[in-house]
Structures are given as structure tokens and as C-alpha cells.
DNA sequence: TCTATTATTGTCAAATATACAAAATTTTAT
DNA sequence: ATAAAATTTTGTATATTTGACAATAATAGA
């Protein structure tokens, strides 16, 4: 821009900022879309819950700063998991300490397992999404801002991609595959035109003539299928974000 | 994580970022869809183009930053514009004088006047995005892989939303805005079916009865149009990205 | 006036989605 | 053992949406 004589700012004093990255870590426990908070353990916000996330160290990579957060948290790896950036958080209050900007992420895991306390954190559980969304657990910094965002994301990203198997182990039956959009969005799905919609989309494929029982409650024996090729995008929407009589809200 | 006794990390000793913002700014320009580059007069890349951007002022907000960036090099203040930010870009050798992390926005401008050199800039330019996609302009720092990220949320947001009306001037014809999405996609697409779509698209209205000519090249007037209100979601796809006759790119 | 050009509306067939029925195959209850 | 209920899977009829393209409208320019 036209600088005139005297400028406001001098371009030379790199204002020294914090950056930091905080995962929402989406999983699905007894039929429920949970995300996975910490109690704090340190001020600012001692004893609020909040998302795990931690400071960038100084030669890391924004990625594997997530996957690091991730993986202390969880003790899952990046390769069980699906991770990917959301975007940044920055107003300049956010942390009363000092200028900290975020790196949000959001990541799916299967069968997250109830997580430990451990590092800076005093308590960690999964929470039903649904407690945060309707405003009933009031979280450390911004982070019901970006639990918001993030579900938004993700909710969007089951419509046209596979990334809803990533709730489910590496086989899973159709059905199971089912809940998962139902509990995400928190709406009941046909099941006829659900299977059709898997099986035309491209991004899955059935296992052998394999049969699955286990699944208790009776009922004909369930196909296993798996993600045909690492999570690319399918060539269908698996579901559409539509209506389907039942109790459950709208969308 | 279970800390041991020797914790690899004092996470007590914040380390000292950088905080930039980047602005991939769209227009269109003679039918072309081009990106806003400067030639940098500063070390690094002396001399190089790359985005408009800059660091981030201790007490600005990133989107105040993202938007003053906008306004330094366009003149364009964020009301005519649009903005949003797209990620952030980390990684530890990015910048060869120190640790930087980008936050990149991208924004869609009309009728961009063809920009001034101006602040750290010595040039500046509407560069076809066509020669950024193919590899034959070269940018700095990780700059590429920003606009590519950008072109590709921003031509997936045509699709759903109604931002492609801000390449137009507030009030334009459905054929204006028809050419915005075909030089954004660079294929064709079918006047009727595309009226149709507008229309029913629930996001723009028809200004009065009133006509336009001016445009000229003979035919007969079309209606102007305006945005309905602010950029909400429209109901239905503005347009599908899918193969019209022509000798243009298939997508 | 006649022709070319662009805008707008309309039409029809193909593709897709939705609702729902039916068949297959199991568990559980009686 | 038999019946009933549950669950998966395939199929089908109808409605909706899309894509291709025809038809009409209204102008500029020759």
C-alpha cells in the first residue's frame, strides 16, 4: 500500500505469536456421536473441559503436531485414524496468557477407548456432541466454536465421501456403516436405499463370501465390506442428508 | 500421554512463531479467471511473485488481517468482496528466515482494477490462474500449493453457494454470471438449463421489471439480478460441474 | 426488412431418489 | 419344533431432478 511517511506498524518486528493445534476427536459409543474433552489441569481454564491440543514445537509440522496431540491422547496412530486440518482461530483474547493462535483439526476414530487423564489434562471423557451443541458444556478458550465448525465439517464430508467408515473397524457390515450416518445426523436412514447408495458409490467392496453373525439380536447374517482403496472421494453420495420418517430431529 | 520421568518437551517454554496471512484474490478478467500476484521487493524471494499477504499486527484479528491485506493491494474493502479463510500452512522450512505460519484466505472480487506495485510490492498483476495450474509461473514459498488449495474450495463452492455473483457487480444478468461459472470451470455450460437452475435456486432475485441492453453484441435484453440476501446457502446447486459440449477442459 | 444474436421458457427422455414391498436367513419365544 | 420377530438384501413403482435441445422473444446491425 501507499506507505506514507509515517507508518503505522514497521513490517520488521515479527510480532511474536504462540501457535498451537486442537483436535476434536469424533467417535461413536453405544449409538452415540461423541467427541473426545479433557479437564484441564493447568490455568488457564483449570478444570474446564476442552479439546486436547498443545503447542507446535519449534521444527514440527503442522500435521504431525495434530497427529502427536492425537495419538497422546488417544494412543491412536494417524494410519487408524482420519485426521484433517479445519482452519485457524486467532482473535486476540482467545488465551488470556499471551497472542495464541490455533490450528484446528478434527479427526474419526473407531471404538475410541474411555481415555486416561495423563499430561496436563486431570480427566478426559467422551462427551455426546449433543451436550456441547446445546450449549451445556461450556468449554475452555473458543473451543465450542470450533467443536461447532468441526462438526459442521464433518457432517457434511459423510455426504460425499467414504469418511464414515472411519467410525467403524476396518470391517464392518453395512448396517453398522448405517448407524454411523444415523447417529451423526441424528436421523434414521432406509436401510434398502442406504445399501444401494454403499454399494453404487465405488468406495467400498465386500469380503469374499464371508458371513458375519456375532451382531447378536437375531436377524439374516450381514455381509462384511471395507474401504475399497485408502478414503478417496466416491463417485456417489453415500446418503443424502434427507428426511426419513421417525422420531429423530430434522435436520 | 503418560509423561515419564524425562519429558522430551518443556511445554512451559512457548516457541516463537511468525503469523502471516496470504489472500488468494479471484477476479475475472476478459472472460479469464485470474489470481492477484505481486512481485516481492524484499528478500526472500526478492523479485519472485507470490500472494499478497503479511504479518499478522499483535492485536488484529486474523480475519482483520485477511481483510486489510485485501484492501491494501485491491482497494476493495470487505463489503465488495468476498472472504473467507481456507487453512493454514506450517511447515518448519517454509520460510527460510524463520518459523512462519501462514493463515491463507482466498476472495472473489469483480472487476478488479488492474493493480499498483505498492508497499513491499515492486509489481503487480491479474495472472491467468491457467499459468499457475499448468507450472509456468513459479511462486514463492509454498504459494502454489495455497492457490491450488484455494481454486479447488472455491470452484466447489460454486456448486452449492451462491458466491460466484460476487465476480459480478451488484446487479447482473443470468448470462454474466453464467460466464463467471464457465471461466471459473472452464467448460460450458447450457443457457436455459442454467436460467432454470438460478431461478430456482432461491438465492437471487429479479431486480423490477426492468431490462438491460448496453451489453451489447445484439440479442435480446436480459433481466438484471442481484443477490437476494447477504450469501446464504441456496436450496439447490447453482450448477453441477458436468460436461456441456464444447471444445473447453472436461473437469 | 432480414439475419444474427442473445435471453427466456418449454418439453421430453433419461437418470436418480424415495417409499415401500418382498425374499432370505437368522435368533428368540412359545 | 414351530412360530414370530428381527435384520439383511434385493426388487419395484412412483416421483423428482437432470440434461439435451427445441421454441419463442426481443434486440442490433446489415
Known amino acids: 500500500m501507499p506507505d506514507t511517511v509515517q507508518t503505522p506498524y514497521d513490517p520488521h518486528a515479527y510480532p511474536p505469536f504462540a501457535v498451537t493445534v486442537d483436535v476434536a476427536v469424533f467417535t461413536i459409543r453405544s449409538e452415540t456421536l461423541r467427541v473426545l474433552l479433557i479437564e484441564r489441569g493447568e490455568e488457564p481454564y483449570k478444570g474446564v473441559w476442552a479439546l486436547p491440543g ?3 514445537r519449534p521444527d514440527e509440522d503442522l500435521d504431525s503436531a ?11 496412530t494417524k494410519r487408524g ?18 497472542r495464541v493462535v490455533t490450528v484446528a483439526y478434527w479427526a474419526v476414530c473407531a471404538n475410541l477407548a474411555l481415555p486416561k487423564a495423563g499430561g496436563d489434562a486431570i480427566g478426559a471423557d467422551l462427551v455426546p456432541v449433543t451436550e456441547v451443541e446445546g450449549g451445556y458444556v ?16 464433518m457432517r457434511s464430508k459423510l455426504e460425499y465421501t467414504a469418511v ?3 467410525f467403524c473397524p476396518p470391517e464392518f457390515t453395512i448396517s453398522e456403516l ?6 451423526a445426523w441424528n436421523m434414521k436412514l432406509d436401510p434398502g436405499n442406504f445399501h444401494r447408495n454403499v454399494r453404487a458409490s465405488g468406495s ?9 453373525v456375532e451382531r447378536s439380536k437375531g436377524g439374516r447374517p450381514a ?23 421417525d422420531d429423530m430431529d430434522e435436520p
Open 164 to 166: 464414515g467408515a472411519k
Open 223 to 245: 455381509s462384511l465390506w471395507a474401504l475399497s482403496e485408502g478414503l478417496r472421494s466416491p463417485r456417489l453420495p453415500i446418503a443424502k442428508r434427507r428426511r426419513f420418517d
Open 81 to 98: 485414524a482420519y485426521l484433517e486440518q479445519l482452519q485457524s482461530y486467532g482473535t486476540p483474547e482467545r488465551d488470556p496468557r499471551m
Open 178 to 183: 448405517r448407524r454411523v450416518y444415523e447417529a
Open 66 to 76: 495434530a497427529a502427536r496431540e492425537l495419538e497422546e491422547e488417544t494412543g491412536v
Open 204 to 212: 467400498f467392496e465386500r469380503l469374499d463370501p464371508e458371513r458375519l
Open 138 to 153: 461450556r468449554l475452555a478458550f473458543d473451543h465450542n466454536e470450533i467443536v461447532r465448525d468441526a462438526l459442521e465439517r
Open 54 to 56: 498443545g503447542f507446535v
